[in-house]
């Protein structure tokens, strides 16, 4: 086969709508952005929780501030543990089922 005939692979975007990341990373969106609206800008709680104020080094490129990006990799972090949760109970359900002879030594 030359390259001009070899099949062009398609993304199949169900395989990333269904992914944990992107679902804590959309929810974090929306809580920033919610929180974003809801505490107006430079009020205690705004700054402190978004660094959302005008005296900030970020005012001119927010909400791509350093708080809302480790608000981000915290959301990642949480689904890389809730997807290895997930893999875990599934290999203790494989386990549960007694497919494989197990050891007959004792400890």
Do not use: C
């Amino acid at each position: 086969m030359t390259d001009a005939t070899l099949p062009v692979p398609r993304l199949d975007f169900r395989k990333f709508t269904n992914s944990p990341h992107l679902i804590a990373i959309g929810l974090t969106a929306l809580a920033i952005l919610v929180g974003s609206i809801a505490l107006p800008s430079g009020s205690a709680l705004a700054v402190f929780l978004f660094d959302h104020s005008h005296k900030s080094f970020f005012a001119p490129i927010y909400p791509f501030t350093i708080q809302n990006l480790m608000y981000v990799m915290l959301a990642i972090g949480f689904a890389e543990l809730w997807t290895r949760r997930s893999a875990t109970r599934r290999e203790q359900g494989y386990l549960a089922q007694k497919l494989l002879p197990e050891s007959l030594t004792q400890k």
